[in-house]
């Protein structure tokens, strides 16, 4: 009797916890890049001075990386990501030619968990000191650059933390129920007091 008493509380807990952080899902959801500065996609005249990530919350400044590489893989980006209110900005190298780029972030965001994402413009014309080689057209690449076959999404996925912290609540009772049952097990084996009076 004790230990279905035993077993119910515990199930009855488990199912008020899950319960709980079912319900307190979609309120954690991570925090998500909202725009960019360029745009994705876009083409702009020269080579912008920066460039920047607009989020829906304000990010930690710990851990943040910005990269913006060009059709040749030289990364531009120069100096640390700066944060101001809900924008990440990273300023670039003068000179950067026309072209591709590439723009690969990772930040912290306000919940603590870090979010990635990239997006891609085109500069028609270099950033002064820049070399000013012609940008070609789609369908044209440039010599030695691979052509990409689509655009990557502004941003990732958040992690699914609540199958984590499912699979670790059904972990949990599992292991509750199995120490129950043992002890249960282990009472049935011991003799009983008037037994052990004989």
Do not use: C
Request: aromatic share 6%; net charge negative; proline share 7%.
């Amino acid at each position: 009797m004790r230990f279905t008493r035993q077993l119910l509380s515990a199930l009855l807990g488990a199912l008020a916890l899950v319960a709980l952080l079912l319900t307190a899902g979609p309120a954690s959801a991570h925090d998500a890049a909202e725009s960019s500065s360029p745009a994705d996609g876009a083409t702009v005249a020269t080579a912008p001075a920066k460039v920047s990530i607009t989020f829906n919350n304000t990010p930690l400044g710990l851990g943040s990386q910005v990269k913006v590489t060009d059709a040749a893989g030289t990364d531009w980006a120069d100096g640390k990501v700066e944060i101001v209110d809900n924008i990440a900005s990273q300023k670039l190298r003068e000179g950067a030619p026309a072209g591709k780029y590439t723009v690969v972030w990772r930040v912290v965001s306000s919940d603590s968990h870090p979010i990635e994402g990239t997006f891609a413009f085109t500069a028609t014309a270099a950033a002064a000191g820049g070399t000013s080689a012609p940008v070609q057209t789609a369908g044209t690449p440039q010599p030695g650059a691979t052509q990409a076959t689509g655009t990557a999404p502004e941003s990732s996925e958040p992690f699914p933390w609540s199958i984590v912290v499912f699979a670790a609540v059904a972990l949990g009772l599992l292991v509750i129920l199995g120490v129950l049952a043992r002890r249960r097990l282990g009472v049935g084996d011991r003799p009983d007091d008037g037994d052990a009076g004989k």
